[in-house]
């Protein structure tokens, strides 16, 4: 099957999409059961900052939680936003993830408190949150715009609390380097129209 979203149809947009998600998140709480079983051995594929040995992590950590509430808190954004961002394409939602996996992590390493680790998709949720808000002003597109509309009203407020840096307990910088990498994800990866096409305004 082709990747480029005009040569799909809507159905196999929506299934591939879908699947895809499900299986993100069920991968998500098979690891959590995984490492409950295990004495939270996989807590030690968290992020603790500036350490080089750490580096490795920068990966893993996005797949990783400290217990069920952390994973249940970022398993319907993950599923909802990645899922309106995989109907985009698969070749460009995995480039999307990829860059704000890596430069979260590495947000991460660079700007967390000492002593501390961190772990879990929240990084990629605001990612995906703004990946999602800006690609339809970036690429002109009504739906898009639409799209990004629905989820500011849905996730805004959470979004906004999430980055201010009078949360404990949390890692904010993370959210914020995630948020920021999807942004950027916007722009480097957005699609462009053909020469001569006309472009629909709002």
């Known amino acids: 099957m082709s990747d480029a979203p005009g040569q799909w149809s809507r159905g196999d947009r929506v299934r591939v999409a879908a699947g895809l998600m499900l299986g993100w998140v069920a991968l998500l709480w098979l690891l959590e059961v995984v490492d409950v079983a295990t004495g939270h051995a996989l807590d030690d594929f968290g992020i603790v900052p500036r350490d080089p040995a750490e580096l490795t992590d920068v990966v893993p950590a996005a797949f990783m939680h400290f217990g069920f509430g952390h994973v249940a808190a970022n398993s319907v954004p993950l599923l909802v936003l990645g899922f309106l961002a995989a109907l985009g394409g698969l070749r460009r939602f995995a480039a999307v993830c990829a860059l704000i996996i890596v430069a979260d992590g590495l947000g991460v390493w660079l700007l967390s408190p000492a002593h501390s680790n961190t772990a879990g998709a929240s990084g990629l949720v605001f990612g995906l949150f703004g990946f999602l808000l ?69």
Request: hydrophobic share 50%; no cysteine.
């Open 134 to 202: 800006a690609t339809g002003f970036v690429e002109r597109r009504p739906l898009g715009v639409l799209v990004a509309v629905l989820i500011a009203a849905v996730w805004g407020g959470s979004i906004l609390t999430g980055i201010a840096p009078t949360q404990t307990g949390v890692s904010w910088q993370g959210h914020l380097v995630g948020l920021i990498s999807g942004v950027a994800a916007a722009f480097l990866f957005r699609r462009r129209r053909p020469a001569g096409t006309a472009t629909a305004g709002l």
